[in-house]
Structures are given as C-alpha cells and as structure tokens.
C-alpha cells in the first residue's frame, strides 16, 4: 500500500510511532534501573504478583497475531475460524496447575531448558533447544512483519522502516528493563488494547447488524456459515494444541512461572486466559463485515486494519495502530527476553561459561537480545508469506513437544526414550502433512504422533524418576 492510498498520512504514522517509542524506552528505563544480576534481569526477582502476573500472562497472548490473524481466520474459515483461533485461550488455562507444579518442583529453575536437561538428559535437551528455538524465532519475525504490515496499510510507513523502528524499541527497552520492564509495560499494553477492542467493536455494530452480515455472508460466502467446513473443523483441533504447545515448552511462559511469587502462578495464568478469550472473537468477527462494507482485501491478513478504518476512517486508523502496536510490543519483549534468557543459561552458562558471575550472564543476556533483534530484522526484510504461513510452519515442532512435558511433569515412568522419539517422530509426520495436507492438520497429527510413542514408553518403562534430581542449586 502506498501513501496516496494510506488513510494517515505518514507523518501521522512517524509521530504515533515516535510517541510510543519513547513511552516505552521510557518504561523500561525506569524499570530496569534495579537489575543488578541475572536473576533480577531474567525473572524480576521471583516476586511477581498477581495483578501485575495476569496483566503480563494476557498482553503476552494477545499477540499482533490475534488483532491480525483471527481476522484472517474468520475471512478464510468462517465462524469455527473464528472460535479455533480463541482456543489457544486453553493453553493459558491448562498451564495454570503445570504452572505451580513447576514452581514447586524446581524452586531454583530459570529455564524451559533446565527442566529438560534435567529430565531427560542432554540429548532430549538438545533436541528441545533446537525445536523451541526454531519456534522462538518463527514467533518473532510472524509479529515483526505484523508491525510492518501495520504501520504499511495504514500510514503508507515503508515496511521496513516501520518493522525496523518497533524491533528496534523493543530490543532497547529490553535489554535495559529485562523482565521487570517486561511485566511493567505489559500491564499499561494491557488496559490499552482491551479499552481499544472494546471500542472499536461497538463503532462496528453501529454500522451494521448482524443480520445484514449473516444475509451478505449466506449470498456470497456460504461456506463460511457452514458447521461442517472441514478445514475449519479441523483448524479447530489444530489451533487448540498449537496453542497448547505454544504454552507448554516455551520459555516465555516457563519464565513467568519462575518469577511469580509461590502460589500466585496458577491464578495469574487462569485469569490471564479469561481476559484473552473473547479478544480474537471479537477481532474475528470484524472480517466478517468485510462484506457488507464491500471493502477490497487485497491480503487476508490485513482484513481486520482495513475493515475498522473503513468505519471510524482516520480515527479508526489511529485506534487499530496503537491496539497492534501495543499487542505487538507485549510479546515482542516478552519473546526477547525469554529467549535471550534461555540462550544465555542453556547454552552460555550451562555449555561454555558455568563459572560466569551473574553479573556476567546479565550482560551476556543483554547483548544476546540484541543479537535476537538484529536476526530477526534481518529475516523480515523480504516480507515471506502470510502471518498463518510464517507462525503454522513451526505448529508440528510445537506439538510434538506436549507430551514430553506433560509426562515428565506428573510421570515418573517418563522416561529420555519417550521424549526424544515423540519429539523427533512426531515433528517429521506433522511436517510431512504440513506440506502434503495443509497447515490445519500439521500440529494435530505430530501431537497424537508424540502421544503414542510417549505414552507407550512410559507405559513399558520400570525406571522411576526421582524429583528430587529437578531440584539444581542455583
């Protein structure tokens, strides 16, 4: 989209975008400035509370990707599109009880990572760490070309330079605050994007009614009205252990679990999953006015912006700009620090540095974060596909990664064979039906793949773990 066909003008766009650049690098100055060691740069010092928890457990999950993707979702697959998407709520909700487990068991963990050297050994732990960072990565550069997209559509901002200035903002906020300025902003994100859904949702029911949508949709797009669309059926089988998976191994979420204090982690992500539900409900249900609107979608992923300037104009502009652009800086930073803490303990300290002072391991996080942004600004600069094509590309990695956790959390029969045979077999069928099926089915078959192969080691196994091996001195 060009400047001519914008509906901000650009300098609208750069001075919105400067004004909350700074906010933000404000934010996480501010912070920051008590970050001393690793452990307060990484985890906030283990005394996250609950209001502050769930603010953080939301934002996170309220990704660019659900003000943009569940739109796609609903113009692609219908109404199950627009639910399936809602599903990754029970990632949140059933993370809730693993959540204080995983506290409990490892009172001195930092890292998704830990657990699976830990668990399973060096070689599962290998394998996890190649998976949940390809993962990590795919996440980033499916949000950094979201902000791109974004301030693209709607202020005609050169793609690149939009998505180079919002990585940029959140790598320097990052590296500054760590996890505190994480937390903190996530929490303003918070308040911002939910006022912002809720007001554009009533500006578009203003506008039309629901029957005039269902009319319009049942003239020109029945298949989207129908309950027996296989590939949305699907989608939402799909989507629901993506989204599982998404929670269960990523450091994002492990971290948080660390850094709440006792007993407040299992409230704080229940909570968290009640605020995101109804967000890509309703973001969905804005594609599906697209029609009666009759506005031209030139990219399925840039429904939801087009449709919400089409009712408010400029205003609406500005309100889809600062709703993605804070859903976009929550995760961002959230995903910087949480990879960038598990590169730095996982392979920095546990695999070349294990004298480093924590100190040390602060700054190597650091520098490691600017390293992520830097990658990832590198990856976005050709625009690779859609949101959906980028993020489902690395679903069957996700989901083969479930059962490992699930079992070697509550199992003692878990056991190193069963992991490492569900992670590897389970992600090359989910691939393979990736690129023979479709992106819908990929996480669903590489999860009941793992399932098998891990339950039935586990079911043969005599060996018992002791959990007391979790317990590391930090």
């Known amino acids: 989209m060009n400047e001519g066909s914008a509906i901000l003008a650009p300098m609208t766009g750069w001075i919105l975008l400067a004004l909350f650049s700074v906010l933000w690098i404000g934010l996480g100055i501010y912070w920051g400035r008590r970050n001393k060691t690793f452990e307060d740069h990484a985890l906030a010092g283990r005394t996250v509370g609950l209001a502050l928890g769930s603010a953080t457990a939301a934002a996170t999950w309220i990704t660019s990707n659900t003000t943009m993707l569940a739109p796609q979702f609903a113009l692609q697959l219908g109404i199950w599109g627009m639910l399936a998407y809602a599903t990754a709520s029970f990632g949140l909700f059933l993370f809730a009880p693993m959540a204080g487990r995983i506290r409990k068991l490892m009172p001195n963990g930092y890292t998704s990572g830990d657990f699976f050297r830990l668990r399973y050994g060096k070689g599962a732990w290998s394998i996890f760490l190649l998976f949940t960072l390809f993962y990590s990565l795919t996440w980033l550069v499916s949000m950094a070309m979201a ?13 690149v330079w939009g998505m180079s200035v919002i ?11 760590g996890l505190a300025a994480v937390i903190g902003t996530d929490f303003i994100q918070t308040l911002i994007i939910i006022v912002g859904i809720v007001i554009v949702g009533f500006a578009v029911l203003s506008n039309v009614t629901i029957d005039e ?25 799909n989507n629901l252990l993506f989204g599982l998976g998404e929670v269960f191994h990523n450091n994002v979420w492990w971290s948080r679990a660390f850094a709440y204090r006792e007993g407040v982690g299992g409230k704080a992500f229940f909570i968290g999953g009640l605020i995101w539900f109804p967000i890509p409900v309703a973001a969905g249900f804005i594609a599906l006015v697209s029609g009666v609107l009759n506005v031209p979608v030139p990219a399925a992923d840039m429904v939801g912006p087009l449709v919400v300037v089409s009712v408010l104009g400029e205003i609406g502009a500005i309100a889809i700009f600062i709703i993605v652009f804070c859903s976009l800086a929550s995760s961002i930073d959230s995903l910087l620090a949480a990879t960038s803490d598990l590169v730095t303990e996982d392979i920095y300290r546990r695999m070349i540095a294990p004298a480093a002072t924590p100190t040390r391991l602060k700054k190597v996080a650091q520098i490691i974060t600017l390293g992520l942004g830097l990658f ?11 949101l959906a094509s980028v993020l489902f590309f690395a679903g069957p990695l996700v989901g083969a990664m479930i059962w490992p956790i699930i079992t070697g959390l509550y199992w003692r029969s878990a056991n190193r064979a069963g992991a490492v045979g569900g992670m590897l077999l389970g992600a090359g069928v989910g691939l393979v039906c990736y690129f023979a099926i479709g992106w819908y089915v990929a996480s669903l078959i590489a999860t009941a793949v793992s399932m098998v192969w891990v339950l039935a080691c586990a079911w043969l196994s005599r060996s018992r ?9 930090p």
Do not use: K, Q
């Open 465 to 473: 773990f002791d959990w007391d091996e979790l317990r590391e001195s």
């Open 147 to 159: 902000g791109g997209i974004l301030l693209n559509a709607l202020s005609g901002i050169p793609y």
């Open 376 to 386: 990832t600004w590198a990856v976005c600069i050709p625009r690779i596909g859609t």
């Open 167 to 177: 990585l940029a903002v959140c790598v320097i906020y990052t590296m500054r605050g």
């Open 213 to 237: 949508i269902h009319t319009n949709l049942a003239a020109e797009r029945p298949a989207l009205l129908s309950v027996l669309f296989p590939a949305a059926i699907m989608a939402i089988f």
